[in-house]
C-alpha cells in the first residue's frame, strides 16, 4: 500500500494546505469535520517519538499557521490537538499525524475533549 502521507498527492481527495522544508499540512475532502487537518513529517517516521528536533519545530511552526489559516475562514470557538501513536492508541495510518481539528460550539459533541474520554467508566480496562 502507498502511505498516503509520503506520497499526498496518491489521494485526490487530500491536498497540501501548507509546508516547510520538514512537514506539511494536509486537509482532505470531508463533511462531518470540516477545516480539520493533519501535520505530517515529509520524511517517514511511524509515531511521534521519533521525530527530529527540526521536524519538532516544524510541527509548532505549522500548527501556528493552520490555526491562523482556520481562524480567518472558519471562525472556530476551539481545538482538539493530537497524536494518535500505535493501533490501541486509534493510529490507523502507520505514518505519524498530527490532528487539529477545530470545534463549533454548536457541534452535537461540544464540549467533550481529549479528558472526556479517559474519563468514561465503560473504558476502563477489564480488572482494574
Known amino acids: 500500500m502507498v502511505c498516503p502521507h509520503c506520497h499526498p498527492h496518491a ?14 499540512f494536509l486537509q482532505k475532502e ?12 515529509k520524511q517517514h517516521r511511524t509515531t511521534a517519538f521519533e521525530l527530529t528536533p527540526e521536524e519538532w ?18 471562525s472556530p470557538d476551539g481545538y ?28 452535537p459533541h461540544t464540549g467533550k475533549g481529549i479528558r472526556w474520554w479517559i474519563k468514561q467508566p465503560d473504558n476502563r480496562r477489564p480488572g482494574k
Open 11 to 24: 489521494d485526490p481527495r487530500q491536498r497540501i494546505v501548507l509546508e516547510n522544508e520538514h512537514c506539511r
Open 57 to 74: 519545530a516544524a510541527t509548532q511552526d505549522l500548527l501556528q499557521q493552520a490555526r491562523q489559516l482556520l481562524d480567518e475562514t472558519l
Open 80 to 107: 482538539n490537538l493530537g497524536w494518535n501513536c500505535f493501533e490501541p492508541a486509534g493510529q490507523t495510518i502507520m505514518h505519524a499525524h498530527f490532528h487539529i481539528i477545530p470545534r463549533f460550539a454548536d457541534e
Open 30 to 41: 470531508q463533511d462531518i469535520l470540516q477545516g480539520s487537518g493533519l501535520i505530517v513529517p
